[in-house]
């Protein structure tokens, strides 16, 4: 499975982005996509999910601003950010968990990246 992230960039507080992360490989055996964003000197944290069926998760720090969607004509999976404050300045990556069998058959839960893409507000 590999992800390529893109849409990031430079914003006022206040505004808006919207985030894209086109998806191929194994599409099928993918259940959940998500969002990450990591801030300077920060750990990794997830901000939104979608699984396969439609449910979304989102951090309780962009609820009620972000809004987290799924093309799967397009394998494209999208972070909607609205209500842009500074302290959502991050490198934002996309993530997709996904299952496959090792060679004795036991299922195995594998986690691909994309490139982060940087996104500033600026206040």
């Known amino acids: 499975v590999q992800l390529q992230a893109s849409g990031g960039g430079l914003v006022q507080a206040g505004g808006s982005l919207r985030l894209s992360c086109a998806v191929s490989g194994s599409i099928s055996s993918i259940n959940t996509l998500g969002w990450y964003r990591q801030a300077p000197g920060k750990q990794r944290d997830v901000v939104a999910s979608?699984?396969?069926?439609?449910?979304?998760t989102y951090a309780d720090s962009v609820k009620g601003r972000f809004s987290i969607s799924r093309d799967n004509a397009k394998n494209t999976v999208y972070l909607q950010m609205n209500s842009l404050k500074s302290e959502d300045t991050a490198v934002y990556y996309c993530a997709a968990d996904y299952l496959y069998y090792t060679d004795n058959g036991e299922p195995v839960v594998g986690r691909s990246w994309g490139q982060g893409t940087l996104v500033t507000v600026s206040s």
């Open positions: 979608i699984t396969s069926s439609g449910t979304t």
